[in-house]
């Protein structure tokens, strides 16, 4: 747990170091702008981020299912090797699933001059295209079905499994298997929740402010409140902090 717990760590650090000094530069400037590449580099960055992040917290849920359903096989299922080619697997798909298509279908730009964001966002970008808006929308439907819709399907296959077996077990013992996934349930529900309004929201009167306002949240304070919610619901270091 801890260890992809590390690898979230990671993608958070590089998710808000991707977007806050690009951030406090514009609101510290007078000339607000950005090159093409370094535009391009932002969003293909975000994409794959953002993917990653998506399917980590799916693998998450299994290694809870695997820790509570399935205790006496943990050690196996969840081996350091498996660990290490999980996450690598993770990557790969993420840049083949969510960056490969749209380097490889290059879309044209007609206002490339005026992104009404504070960052290279898919969506903002969606509206400078040159393409039926209908075909555009549909591209984003289909990426957010596989970044967030399945990976959060995944995870309440995951959870069912979970309370299923965790009913069946003494009482008792009830509090401490549920305490062990409060706090992943907390950061998915922050961070699906805020990506689920954003894109499948994703039609043709959206309200780009409305946006900016939930972007500023997954990107900035779901980041830092991730360690805040595993940290306090460790023993040791509420201990501490008594």
């Known amino acids: 747990m801890y260890f992809f717990l590390c690898i979230l760590s990671f993608l958070d650090l590089c998710n808000s170091s991707l977007v806050m000094p690009r951030l406090l530069w514009d609101l510290f400037s007078i000339r607000r702008s950005i090159s093409l590449g370094a535009c391009a ?3 293909y960055m975000i994409l794959l981020l953002g993917g990653y992040e998506c399917l980590l917290l799916a693998i998450m849920a299994y290694d809870r299912y695997a820790a509570i359903c399935r205790p ?8 350091w090797s ?21 380097l490889a279908l290059p879309v044209p730009l007609c206002y490339p001059n005026q992104i009404q964001h504070f960052m290279c966002e898919i969506l903002a970008i969606r509206k ?8 555009s929308e549909i591209l984003v439907l289909c990426t957010c079905f596989t970044s967030l819709l399945l990976p959060f399907i995944l995870i309440l296959i995951s ?17 401490k298997a549920f305490s062990t996934c409060t706090s992943h349930v907390s950061v998915v529900a922050l961070f699906f ?50």
Do not use: E
């Open 72 to 79: 006496l096989h943990y050690p196996r299922l969840m081996r």
């Open 128 to 135: 400078m295209t040159c393409t039926h808006y209908y075909y």
């Open 82 to 102: 498996m660990c290490y080619r999980l996450i690598a697997i993770l990557w790969i798909l993420s840049f083949f699933i969510f960056v490969f298509p749209s």
């Open 41 to 43: 580099i932002q969003l």
């Open 193 to 242: 929740g805020s990506g689920m309004v954003v894109y499948f929201g994703a039609s043709a009167n959206y309200s780009t402010d409305q946006g900016k306002y939930i972007a500023v949240f997954y990107n900035i304070f779901c980041p830092m409140l991730n360690p805040l919610i595993y940290s306090l619901n460790n023993k040791d270091i509420k201990t501490q902090l008594r």
């Open 159 to 175: 959870y069912a499994c979970i309370i299923s077996s965790v009913l069946k077990i003494h009482s008792a013992n009830r509090s």
